[in-house]
C-alpha cells in the first residue's frame, strides 16, 4: 500500500500596525509584490519577502 505525504506550507503574517495575524484565506496564493490588507485593523500591507513560512510586509502609505 502507497501512501502519500501532503506537506502544507501555511504561512504566517503579522501585520506591523496592530501586531495581530492577518486572514490569509482570502489571498490563496501570497506572491512578492502583492498587496493585501489587515482584517483586524484594514491596514494595506505589501508583500516584501516570503521565506521560511513568514511573510514580511510594510504599510503602504497611499496618502501620500
Known sequence: ?????ITIMKNLC???ECKN???LS???SVTTGMVIECN???M???VKDIA???IATE???EGK
Open 44 to 46: 494595506t500591507l505589501l
Open 40 to 42: 483586524h485593523c484594514g
Open 14 to 16: 503579522v501585520c506591523p
Open 52 to 54: 521560511g513560512g513568514k
Open 26 to 28: 482570502r489571498y490563496p
Open 1 to 5: 500500500m502507497a501512501s502519500e505525504h
Open 59 to 61: 504599510i503602504v502609505d
Open 21 to 23: 495575524n492577518v486572514d
